[in-house]
């Protein structure tokens, strides 16, 4: 069946004199961006890298007019690649969907067929969405937990940002897995559904910042997973075990932070770094068939709130202000 002429999307636009504004529309399929596959998109979901980019953050959002979504998940509608023929089910995350290129809060996606993994059985292509590049970051932060020697018997795991998108998954991938971990949040009416997710403590955001200011703290984590960054990495850091690991996938509480070698040269723990959106193909295929499996998070309807392409105006400015908790999972299709 043959593309249609025009497709409906999200369209964020910029003036000469700067002025943002952004709106649905339809644009027509030819201005799609180069690639071999094209992707009838049925779900994407709701990033906060997608919200800097449905405002136009310069940092995001780099020419315009451009289509937010870092996320994608859907059905192959026109191919040049023997890999993924029409009608493959096909999930497209990180990259530079959703940034330099147009993104998935579209009805159609074209992308070089190396983006794209296929659709495992395990997932269904929502499932996948609810998942989406939160749960694949949050993935790979676990593994590089576990690649630096940090099993659940060495001790308690803490996740900070733990009600956000990665935060969430992270608590449940964590809790999965047999370790005990404890969640840091500024939500206190999401105590419980932190604990529902597999949280077996949860510590009040400014009173896991509130330390005396000294290079090390007492070793409390074995090691942790930090969304934040800032002060919060920092802390977190000065407050690891012995040869324990930090993974840090996020900056929403800064791109600074201040802290002395002590926790490196002393205690020997590693600070990993997650990079989520240029994963090497291998790696990124192998994380996403492990949540298709053995890694599946139990408590993916809990955690997701479903909307409409209708509804991301209100939903982009409630995840600015940090008013929602877990992932936001978009119906496109």
């Known amino acids: 069946m043959p593309l249609p002429e025009q497709f409906r999307c999200w369209l964020v636009e910029k003036t000469p004199d700067g002025v943002v504004s952004s709106s649905i529309t339809e644009r027509k399929t030819a201005e799609l961006p180069t690639g071999d596959v ?9 990033n906060y890298k997608d919200a800097l980019a449905a405002t136009g953050h310069p940092g995001v959002a780099r020419t315009f007019p451009h289509v937010p ?10 191919s040049t690649s023997p890999e993924f023929p029409v009608g493959t089910e096909v999930i497209a995350t990180g990259h530079e969907l959703g940034t330099e290129r147009w993104g998935g809060w579209a009805e159609f996606i074209r992308v070089p067929s190396a983006w794209l993994v296929k659709r495992p059985a395990g997932l269904t292509l929502e499932e996948a969405m609810t998942i989406g590049t939160a749960g694949f970051t949050a993935a790979q932060s676990v593994q590089a937990l576990i690649h630096a020697g940090v099993t659940p018997e060495r001790g ?5 940002g733990a009600t956000g998108g990665v935060g969430s998954m992270a608590v449940q991938l964590l809790a999965q897995l047999g370790y005990t971990v404890t969640a840091v949040s500024g939500k206190p009416d999401r105590v419980e559904w932190l604990q529902q997710l597999g949280a077996k403590a949860v510590i009040d955001r400014e009173t896991f910042l509130q330390v005396p200011n000294r290079p090390l703290l ?3 984590w074995a090691g942790g997973v930090d969304t934040v960054g800032g002060t919060m990495l920092a802390t977190l850091l000065r407050s690891v075990s012995h040869r324990g690991c930090v993974a840090a996938c996020g ?3 800064g791109a600074d932070f201040s802290l002395t070698v002590y926790p490196f040269i002393l205690r020997g723990i590693t600070l990993a770094g997650i990079d989520s959106a240029w994963c090497p193909e291998p790696e990124r295929a192998e994380i ?4 298709a499996t053995d890694w599946k998070p139990t408590h993916l ?8 392409l209708d509804q991301v105006r209100p939903a982009v400015e409630q995840i600015l202000k940090g008013q929602l908790a877990g992932r936001t999972v978009v119906c496109i299709g």
Do not use: K, M
């Open 69 to 78: 979504g870092i996320d994608a998940a859907g059905v192959v509608a026109e």
């Open 156 to 160: 308690p795991i803490l996740v900070t």
């Open 38 to 46: 094209t992707v009838r998109v049925a779900w994407s979901s709701l």
């Open 218 to 220: 007492s070793a409390t």
């Open 301 to 308: 309807a809990d955690s997701q709130t479903v909307i409409s």
């Open 251 to 253: 900056l929403v509480g």
């Open 288 to 291: 996403w068939n492990r949540l």
